[in-house]
């Protein structure tokens, strides 16, 4: 699936199996070559970053992170936010004005992946070099890196994760579940949801996992924007069209916002909890995991992440080839971009307090 956005589930499935525990069967610590290595730029220099609307707790803290990381480099940083709209248009301006300040490197977090390709292009005209985070950008070669966590382990972590949790509520299935996935326009979405049906639909095949609503497409899981209200308006509908009568045993939740917006749609049934996964460790899912309602979420530490997309920075501006780890995988349509990947973490109540240990806003909570 990870080679092109277009293969299907099943392709994902067989690409699990070469999965290491870093979620790579991959060349890794090879060195990339990018759209062709920098020469070099002054110490000082301006580097853009453009990240979308203020959605997530990680968001927020990336920007923080890279306004005062990139200062500590001694780079000037312009870091800004798209704003909280469902169009493109205001990245696209950011970037174009990015370019025309001179930015040396330029770092996307994509509001829309697939709408970026004028204004990267522009941006490698004027010389800049172009750092897809944490969303790979769609169909131009005019994307020199690309560093995230690697998603479709992600997504398989979820799948796992709930099979597990219910096995532990109920050692005997079928388990009912309802599948949810993220904005169609975010390239995640889709990787995220493919790295868990490669688990969760051999079960399904098998009759050990029943999708009781029988939405198992993607453009029916889909929450808009990954809108917390979208989440509870078609966690609402769910349970008042299909689960009258029966057990609802878990539902695959992308992230800790919409996870939070499922439960609060169950709890507002009168139903008993289901095991719920989520992704990014936000607080208040946390809290809720050591309460004992969301079973689980994703640690993707959004510091090392900006770390790392530094330190690609740094190696361009010193005429350096950046470190990558994948050469081979993240084909974004028009040509194969270098990756480096981090790892994510799968939590639960049981491992929690090892997982945060050296988080100084998460640690205090799983105490």
């Not at 800004?80 to 990015?98: C, E, F, L, P, W």
């Not at 040396?104 to 390709?117: C, E, H, M, N, P």
């Not at 095991?275 to 004992?292: F, N, P, W």
Request: some cysteine; overall charge neutral; charged content about 20%.
């Amino acid at each position: 699936m990870r080679k092109f956005l277009g293969k299907s589930v099943a392709v994902g499935a067989i690409a699990m199996l070469a999965l290491t525990a870093c979620g790579s069967g991959r060349d890794e610590g090879s060195s990339g070559s990018g759209s062709g290595d920098a020469k070099g730029f002054p110490a000082n220099s301006l580097i853009g970053v453009a990240l979308p609307a203020k959605t997530s707790e990680n968001w927020v803290l990336a920007g923080d992170l890279f306004t005062n990381g990139l200062k500590e480099a001694g780079f000037q940083a312009d870091v800004q936010y798209a704003g909280a709209s469902t169009t493109v248009a205001d990245q696209q301006a950011q970037i174009t004005a990015m370019v025309t300040k001179g930015a040396k490197v330029i770092v996307i977090g994509a509001t829309d992946a697939a709408q970026l390709s004028t204004q990267v292009a522009a941006a490698h005209q004027a010389g800049a070099k172009v750092i897809a985070y944490d969303r790979l950008i769609l169909n131009t070669p005019d994307v020199d890196y690309y560093v995230a966590f690697d998603n479709f382990k992600v997504g398989q972590l979820q799948g796992q994760a709930l099979l597990d949790g219910m096995k532990a509520k109920k050692p005997n299935g079928p388990y009912n579940i309802e599948l949810f996935s993220g904005s169609p326009d975010d390239n995640n979405s889709k990787v995220f949801f493919e790295g868990a049906m490669s688990v969760l639909k051999p079960e399904i095949d098998k009759g050990n996992v029943v999708v009781a609503s029988g939405q198992t497409d993607i453009k029916q899981t889909a929450i808009q924007g990954w809108k917390a209200e979208g989440a509870q308006a078609r966690m609402d509908q769910l349970l008042t069209s299909t689960y009258g009568n029966k057990e609802l045993d878990g539902v695959l939740s992308p992230n800790d916002t919409l996870a939070r917006a499922i439960i609060t749609s169950v709890k507002g049934a009168g139903k008993p909890i289901p095991v719920v996964s989520g992704q990014d460790s936000e607080v208040e899912s946390v809290k809720s995991i050591m309460a004992g309602e969301q079973y689980m979420t994703i640690n993707k530490d959004t510091r090392n992440l900006v770390k790392q997309t530094i330190e690609m920075v740094k190696a361009l501006q010193a005429g350096n080839t950046p470190q990558v780890n994948d050469t081979k995988s993240y084909n974004n349509g028009a040509k194969v971009v270098d990756t480096y990947l981090l790892p994510p973490v799968a939590v639960t109540k049981a491992n929690a307090a090892e997982a945060y240990a050296n988080d100084p806003k998460l640690a205090p909570l799983t105490k």
